[in-house]
């Protein structure tokens, strides 16, 4: 089995995971497995993911996780890949489409030493017709929510050994060794914390091996966006500050 393993967590995204598939089968890297983690959809999410890996020369395994969380998901999946043999696993999201050099760009920043490897993440513009604000929001978001982390008290203990950076975990990847040393992504749900963010603190206390890279770039759904607004969707991102009624948007 090849050593690099993609980990995608889903819940209820029979819809739109195949977009996320399809844009994993044209890497231009393609020595890697996937697996998908089935968070307790009720939609056939799992069906459809089998049905695709039947008729894909992509290796996709569908194992499925019943405690609801993408920390929860997430770190099950990187376990099992794990368990598989990966030394080095990336994770993107059901809603995502990895960029064609997202694979190859995330080995390269493993090859030039890097433990944990961020990326970018950019609005998709093939589910809707974006606005301009919507088209350049999620990148702002991304930045505002950085740049508020770095002065947030709990990112700035003396023991990290490295600067605070944020990576979303729909275009993250580790190595296996240190995703074990630090004990894997918390197993919580989405509204009750950043999972990536965790991990990332985690880390920050045991190397400073680790970087966000320009080049590893995902586009991300921005059906959140459409459902909570503007400011809702900032305050969501920076903190959960802000708590809908519904939040796994579909």
Known sequence: MPKLWVVIPAYNEAHGIIGTLRALEAQQDRDFAVVVVDNASTDGTGRVVRDFAAASGLPV???????????????TGIRHAIARGATHIARTDADCLPRADWTRNIRRGFAEGLELVGGKLRPRTDEYRLRFWERHF??????????????RPSNRDPEHRGPYVMMPGSTLAITASLYERVG???????????EDRALVNKVRRVTGAYASRRDVVVYGSVRRLRAYGLIGTLAWYIGHHNRPDVIDIR
Request: a negative charge.
């Open 138 to 151: 999620i990148p702002f978001v991304v930045e505002v929510a950085a740049t508020f982390g770095k002065l």
């Open 61 to 75: 395994e569908v194992i499925d996780e019943s405690r609801k969380g993408t920390g929860a998901a997430s770190d």
């Open 184 to 194: 894997g992504f918390p197993r919580s749900a989405i509204e009750e914390l950043h």
